[in-house]
């Protein structure tokens, strides 16, 4: 038995009422690379398809300076995480 004036535990029951979508960020970090290495991270929508990760990343200035001119191989996305460019060189 707890002391008087002591915090109750909640309990199971009162954590299994909570709604995990609540808890979501609506904005995520996306890491982009350029032939693997660290060029940017930018904030996009949670759950953003891979077109409007690329085209968010090709407009980034810090992106575009290692990608233009450069023909673009494969592209790499992980949902809600990573973005890789894999380029060839200039």
Do not use: C, W
Not at 13 to 33: F, H, K
């Amino acid at each position: 038995m707890a002391a008087a004036g002591a915090p109750r535990n909640p309990g199971p029951r009162a954590l299994a009422d909570l709604d995990p979508a609540l808890t979501l960020e609506e904005n995520v970090t996306i890491a982009v690379q350029v032939n693997g290495k660290l060029r940017a991270t930018l904030e996009l929508p949670r759950d953003a398809e891979q077109p409007a990760a690329q085209s968010a990343a090709l407009a980034d200035e810090r992106v575009r300076r290692f990608v233009d001119g450069a023909e673009l191989h494969k592209v790499i996305y992980v949902k809600n995480r990573l973005l890789n460019l894999v380029v060839a060189a200039k």
